[in-house]
Structures are given as structure tokens and as C-alpha cells.
């Protein structure tokens, strides 16, 4: 007999599976991942909330989430986190979790695809996340009157210097190009 409550279970197989240590225990829900979030306003919850549904064995509504399929692994939420949670470990986690459960195949979230294929146009073209960029391509593409909705958080954090207005290139990018072209050759192959 399991005497270990659902939530308990929900909550320890995801710190399980999570590489390394995830930290996921000691997560405040101050709320920090989401205010550093620049993929916040397109998630259905904030990464602080997902994991107070982990607590709360909401395994469902967490695989079902879009959440971790838009989190675009730029680090500013971990960074940022005062108890060093590895929010975006446990985010690939949580998909990987998803597509086993075969969960991804009922989502909403169709746009996931096109927001990846952006994100890995702005790598491929500077080396690293350009969230302005990335957010500016994406919503004009995809849903063009979302921009708007967008600017004030754009705005305030152009004012706080927390959004670059041009990218940043990495040196020596030939060289990242070729370990892509190797990765997708790699992908490819199976």
C-alpha cells in the first residue's frame, strides 16, 4: 500500500528525474522567475505558480501547461532566483515529462512550435537570445495586435534597462553554426 500522498509522489518524481539537483524544495513563491520572465505574458502560469501546483499534486493541469514549452532557456529566472531553484531544468523536465505522458499531443498551445523555430533563428543569427527580437518576429508573425498589448511591459523594461534594443553577437558564431548543423544532421538521423 502507497502511503505517500499523490502530491507528494507528483512532487518527488519531478525532483527525481530533474539532472542535478533541482532545488525545487526550497522555492519561496516570491514570484521572481515570472517578473524575469520574458516569455511571462504567453505562459498560462508563472513558473512560481507551476510549482505550487507541483506541491499540490496537480500533475494534469502541470503537463497540460504551456508553461515549459515557452520558456526559451535564457536563464534570467535562475539567475535571478534567491534559493537557486533550477527553473529551467526542471522546465525541460516538465516537457520531456509531457511528451512521455504523451500529454503535448492535447495542448492548446499550437504556437509552441513556431515560437521555438523563432528562438532558434535568433540563436543561429546572434548566438544567444535576443528577446526583443525574438518577441518582435514572433507576435508580428503570429498574432500581430498582441504587440500592443505588449508595449507597456516593453516600456517599462527598456526604463529599467532590463531589454536590450540591439543584439548582442557572440564571437567566433562559425563555430556554434557548425555544432548546430552537427546537432540537426545528429537529429536527423534518427
Partial sequence: M????PERNFRREVIDVTPGKSNLESCLQCGTCGGSCPSGPDMDHTPRALFAMINAGMKDKVLKSNT???????????????????ITDLMYTLKRMAVKEGYYKEQAYS??????????????????????GLFTRFHLRHHPLDSIRMAPMGLAMLRKRRLNLKPDKIKNIKELHAILDKADKLGGAR
Fill in 2 to 5: 502507497n502511503t505517500i500522498a
Fill in 68 to 86: 515549459p514549452w515557452y520558456c526559451v532557456s535564457c536563464y534570467a529566472c535562475m539567475v535571478r532566483c534567491p534559493q537557486d531553484v533550477h
Fill in 111 to 132: 504556437e509552441a512550435p513556431q515560437f521555438s523555430e523563432t528562438f532558434i533563428e535568433e540563436v543561429r543569427k546572434y548566438g544567444r537570445s535576443f528577446e526583443l
